[in-house]
Nanobody, 129 residues
Framework: QVQVVESGGGLVQPGGSLRLSCVAS????????LAWYRQAPGKHRELVAT???????TYVDSVKGRFTISRGGAKNTAYLQMNVLAPEDTAVYYC???????????????????????WGQGTQVTVSS
């Protein structure tokens, strides 16, 4: 009952910039962590950046100083500002959201919060001249 949708990918030349967006929707009670991952062809999925409910940030070394993760005012939105992009940044970028949600039955009755860890469908980022 939680949906995650990414947007903002595309084709950009080396040295260019892109801004990815991630929106989580549904009967969300709490969001603990929003994270961006990426997966290049033939490689494992890699954690790129995270932001917690307390606004603690982490980055993989390869993007430090170039990428910035942030949250929107509604706290259910995360952004990844990517600058000075290089061909090795080419990948499908995925958003992962972890937290708790309120299960709502068809009758409308609500249950106690349950944990979730949901992924978006991914957005392609291609860096090429």
């Amino acid at each position: 009952q939680v949906q995650v949708v990414e947007s903002g990918g595309g084709l950009v030349q080396p040295g260019g910039s892109l801004r990815l967006s991630c929106v989580a929707s549904g009967s969300i009670a709490t969001i603990y962590v929003l994270a961006w991952y990426r997966q290049a062809p033939g490689k494992h999925r890699e954690l790129v950046a995270t932001i917690t409910a307390g606004d603690s940030l982490t980055y993989v070394d390869s993007v430090k100083g170039r990428f910035t993760i942030s949250r929107g005012g509604a706290k259910n939105t995360a952004y990844l500002q990517m600058n000075v992009l290089a061909p090795e940044d080419t990948a499908v970028y995925y958003c992962n959201v972890r937290g708790t949600f309120i299960p709502v039955a068809e009758s409308g009755s609500r249950s106690n919060p349950k944990g979730f860890s949901n992924w978006g469908q991914g957005t392609q980022v291609t860096v090429s001249s």
